[in-house]
């Protein structure tokens, strides 16, 4: 069992910076593969990025690939996203998950992702 607990979410114009952090809870969170997603109103929940268990591997959506940072502390059971450049379009719930080794599906697919967090208000203004 993993517990997610995201912190760091706040309102920013655009342009300036934002870190959030995923605080995760169990003896296993190493194991993890961890994503980042984030649902806007009205819209489904979409890939934002993801990090191997070790940190050697990252993944980004399109979207945010070179404004987005996503590390990872596994001392501290802890996964990070950096975002830099932000843009209006970037206002959403932002959702820590884990996804356990073996899911047999690929990293930006939510149904891979077995635990999550509550999710943190990222707001972006223009």
């Known amino acids: 069992q993993v517990q997610l607990v995201e912190s760091g979410g706040g309102l920013v114009q655009a342009g300036g910076s934002l870190g959030l952090s995923c605080a995760a809870s169990g003896r296993t969170f190493s194991s993890y593969t961890m994503g980042w997603f984030r649902q806007a109103p009205g819209k489904k929940r979409e890939f934002v990025a993801a990090?191997?268990?070790?940190?050697?591997?990252?993944y980004y959506a399109d979207s945010v690939k070179g404004r987005f940072t996503i590390s990872r502390d596994n001392a501290k059971n802890t996964v990070y996203l950096q975002m830099n450049s932000l843009k209006p379009e970037d206002t959403a719930v932002y959702y820590c998950?884990?996804?356990?080794?073996?899911?047999?599906?690929?990293?930006?697919?939510?149904?891979?992702?077995?635990?999550w967090g509550q999710g943190t208000q990222v707001t972006v203004s223009s």
């Open positions: 998950a884990a996804r356990p080794p073996g899911s047999g599906t690929y990293y930006y697919n939510r149904r891979g992702y077995d635990y």
């Open positions: 990090i191997s268990w070790s940190g050697g591997s990252t």
